[in-house]
DNA sequence: TTTTGTGCAAACGTTTTGCAATTAT
DNA sequence: ATAATTGCAAAACGTTTGCACAAAA
């Protein structure tokens, strides 16, 4: 067996201290969003675990992502126009970029956006706990198949 | 009966230009997001317009939304935490505040969202057609009421 | 008159829920 | 032991769809 990310061990700990218990199928989903950057939706996870897990259910998956989201290991993306949420395990601000014809996700990060958040939370009055930017559009393998129909 | 807004008329000439027809539901949908700055919801939309259009069905005012949305006069901010799509009606690019607690959503712009989306732009190797910026946390009001509990 | 748009109601797919069985502690 | 978590199945919810009727052009 590996040794487990400090992020992991990090999220056990948490658990513990939260009065929360530590099972394999919570353990599975974090190791799972961190092991991709295709920001996947549940039915995603869901399809991806049921092979090691074969008794996994939605509810679980669901309660998990909800669960990770409260704790602020991932963060929640929404329907990108697949009609399903999609999940992002980095938690560091940045922009993705969403291709409205194949449905991928990129990250990009830029240094205006901690300029933006910071302007945000001086202007605004708000008190600012995450962000979501996306931006949609066509990705260059979509624009080059845009081009050859 | 009031003199329609300009951008009622654009809408109308274009609807025409593009083979489509004029209806009363189309027109009211778009003249009821102008008239508000709520980011309503299908159902909000639907609520609002049904007192006066008794007839009117959900599948007019989702067809309505989607036509808006394709034709460029509003853009979709998605669910923002009540599990419903939320419209906007400004579609200067602008970053959108979302209350997690009382699900209000106020628009900001900022001087800074023009360079971030002139870096995507210029470093993703994406067509950007659309962004969606939200920032999510507690507005001024729920700060207060938070602080009271 | 002809074609588009509407309204209705049923269908769809994702997400949520209740509860008994399981499992971590 | 015991309280939290899981898995299952059913339900709920927003949204979409098919089709007959109405209405714009």
Redesign the pocket.
Known sequence: MTTPSPRLVEF?QN??A?????????TAVLEYLDSTDTHP???EVYSALKQR???????????????LVGMGYISVLG?IG?????FDSNIVPHANLVCVRCHSITDIHSPHLENLGTFITQESGFEVVNSRILYYGLCPVCQQKTKNT
């Open positions: 056990n658990l513990h939260m009065g929360l218990r530590n099972t394999p199928q919570r939706s549940a039915a897990y074969p008794g996994l259910s939605f509810a679980t998956v669901y309660n998990t992502l909800d669960l329907d697949d009609n399903q949420a999609h």
